[in-house]
């Protein structure tokens, strides 16, 4: 048989013609079919039952966490983060609310609130739109019709910026219109509803009033209560009462579309406005004295002006002279203009009615003179020969002397020609003594000079006052290093307000003011009431007394007579035009090489004092002929017949 030929023949007992016999091939398939078998069971050997519960376990826990969080999502937060999407429909814009207004004590306005358009670069919404800052700026200025550089801090590189600038206030409507209808031209350009200030004689209030700017980084980081505010008071009222005449902001939901475009207005909460505020000062006055002022004056030097009521302390005028354009301030201005006004060798934004501080010259007199009667260091009757001069030898040098001279001969004088015609001899002798004179000395000078507040600040309701200065010993080695020791010529220049002294025009406003009304100093004041939006008093400042007392009622009569005589035929005698009885004491003030400062106090009328005025121009000259005219016509016009009696 076939198979019995097959297995019985040897495998290895082959001829050449054997070597493909057809069995051994089908021999050798089955056996090599069987190994692969061996083998192929060794490698896909099935895996156990506790990995595969393993593993399905790890992919049932994991689906079954995307489905909670997924339920989570649409279910528990799904109201949540369709709130989150609303929001980002809508974003939402301040609206700021017009500040109150300032009126004067007869209740006109000294402004008033325009409504405007302004322009406020967002330094995130231009990074985000990839803006060009040059291409920015070219466009803002053909725009606006304006130079590259009138920009300020929006004229340099993107880094530079802070995050919130604003680049120019009270534009046209139809820039505004420009600016909304083409928005990728102004990348990171929001428009911004505001008000400004128009400010009624804007120059006459400048210091008094002030003005307000937009809010800088410096003032949102000292002060983070402002961070939502735009615009604040910079300077005068509108800086002292910014928080009253501030208001609240308001806001509106505004809805964008997906490029950021505005599309329509969700939902608005209105402003309130600010408190309205009623000052004490005269608005006619205040205008007709800086009118006086730089007529005289031509604005070519520094000078100022203070009017007070006699009876209150409340402050009539204030003017300080050269002044600005307030207006021009409540605007943009541009950074070369501002650069201009910063560089006037005369200080423009300089308040030298609070904060000048001046050698007072002669107008200390009469407190000195008050001080000489207090102690009874002299009767007001008695007589002293003036020679124009007095001689005091030096004590360390024997046979020289020290000459203190007068500005003339007087001859002999008693305590009201020494007022009136402004004798220094006088002072010398009952300030510092001389011969068998008994005299104050440095500590009594001193201590009536701040009794009727001198040397230090008054407390007016305005930023920026100075306290002036009165010297002594211990100061000396401190003003004068190179001539440290006090000597009796420092008595005597302090005497008639040299020396050292310093005050400011307002300082000897209220001194006047307290010889005037019987010896009460009164804190100077410009609140009178703080009204709501409809203009009723809310609140009402009354007079407040520093002190009184300084000298007896008799001693300053004595006083009153003495100034009253410089009018009638002492150096004040134009005061004489005025056409109510004037009391006055003139001064000049010597300052460095240059001329003299030209002082005036005066207050009327005599007899039941109301007003208190005091003229002060530098390196003018003499008081008697430079103050003197400048207080003449103010006072004529005050009290003029035909002018509406206060």
Do not use: C
């Not at 505001?194 to 804007?202: A, F, G, I, N, Q």
């Not at 354009?325 to 423009?348: C, H, V």
Request: hydrophobic share 40%; proline share 6%.
């Amino acid at each position: 048989m076939r198979f019995t030929s097959l297995f019985s023949k040897s495998r290895f007992s082959k001829t050449p013609q054997d070597l493909l016999d057809p069995d051994e091939i089908l021999v050798d398939s089955i056996s090599s079919l069987g190994q692969r078998e061996e083998f192929e069971g060794r490698i896909e050997r099935p895996i156990g039952r506790l990995p595969s519960i393993f593993f399905l376990a790890v992919i049932g826990l994991g689906v079954g966490y995307l489905g909670i969080h997924a339920a989570s999502l649409q279910i528990s937060s799904g109201h949540a983060f369709f709130a989150k999407s609303q929001e980002n429909r809508f974003v939402t814009r301040p609206i700021f609310p017009p500040r109150g207004v300032i009126y004067d004590r007869f209740g006109s306005p000294l402004i008033e609130n325009i409504f405007s358009f302004d322009l406020v670069f967002e330094k995130d919404a231009f990074t985000k739109a990839r803006g060009n800052l040059e291409d920015l700026v070219q466009n803002l200025g053909s725009l606006l019709g304006e130079q590259k550089n009138f920009f300020g801090q929006a004229d340099g590189t993107i880094d530079t910026l802070p995050r919130r600038v604003f680049i120019a206030e009270d534009i046209p409507l139809d820039a505004a219109v420009s600016v909304a209808s083409r928005e990728s031209s102004f990348p990171g350009i929001q428009i911004v509803e505001s008000y400004r200030r128009l400010y009624h004689d804007p120059f006459a209030n400048a210091h008094l009033v002030g003005f307000v700017g937009k809010i800088s980084e410096d003032e949102v980081t000292s002060r983070p209560e402002l961070q939502n505010e735009e615009t604040i008071g910079k300077s005068g009222v509108e800086a002292f009462y910014d928080s009253v005449l501030r208001g609240k902001g308001g806001k509106k939901i505004v809805e964008i579309d997906s490029s950021g475009k505005e599309t329509r207005f969700s939902f608005t909460e209105n402003p309130e406005e600010g408190s309205g505020v009623r000052l004490t000062i005269d608005g006619p006055l205040q205008q007709k004295a800086y009118e006086i002022l730089t007529h005289y004056t031509q604005e070519t030097t520094g000078a100022s002006v203070v009017a007070i009521n006699v009876q209150t302390g409340a402050v009539r005028a204030l003017v300080s002279s050269p002044s600005y354009d307030i207006n021009t301030f409540g605007r943009a201005l541009s950074a070369a203009e501002f650069q201009k006004i910063l560089k006037n060798p005369l200080k423009p934004l300089f308040n030298r009615a609070i904060a000048g501080e001046f050698p007072s010259g002669s107008v200390i007199k009469p407190i000195i003179g008050a001080a000489a009667l207090q102690e009874q260091l002299i009767d007001p009757e008695k007589k002293i020969y003036d020679e124009g001069f007095i001689n005091v030898p030096n004590p360390y040098h024997p046979g020289e002397v020290s000459v203190f001279k007068d500005w003339r001969k007087q001859g002999w004088v008693n305590f009201y020609d020494a007022i009136a015609v402004s004798a220094n001899v006088y002072f010398y002798m009952v300030g510092g003594g001389y011969g068998d004179q008994k005299g104050l000395g440095v500590d009594r000078i001193k201590k009536y000079a701040n009794a009727f507040g001198l040397g230090s600040r008054l407390g007016i309701d305005l930023a920026g006052e100075q306290p002036g200065f009165i010297p002594d010993p211990s100061t000396k080695p401190k003003t004068d290093p190179q001539n440290p020791i006090w000597r009796i010529g420092d008595t005597y220049n302090m005497s008639i307000g040299q020396g050292g002294v310093r005050v400011t025009p307002l300082q000897m406003a209220a001194a006047t003011t307290a010889i005037a009304n019987g010896g009460k100093l009164f804190r100077p004041y410009l609140l009178d009431a703080m009204l709501d939006k409809d203009g009723n008093v809310m609140s009402k400042k009354n007079p407040e007394l520093i002190r009184e007392g300084m000298a007896s009622a008799d001693t300053l009569h004595h006083v009153v007579r003495a100034m009253r005589q410089t009018v009638t035929s002492g150096t004040a005698h134009r005061l004489g035009e005025v056409q109510v009885a004037i009391a006055a004491k003139t001064g000049t003030a010597q300052a460095g090489s240059g001329r003299p400062h030209a002082w005036v106090t005066a207050f009327g009328p005599f007899e039941n004092p109301e007003l208190a005025v005091v003229v002060m121009v530098e390196h003018a000259g003499e008081g008697a002929t430079v103050a003197v005219p400048i207080m003449r016509d103010i006072l004529a016009w005050y009290f003029d017949p035909g002018r509406k009696a206060d």
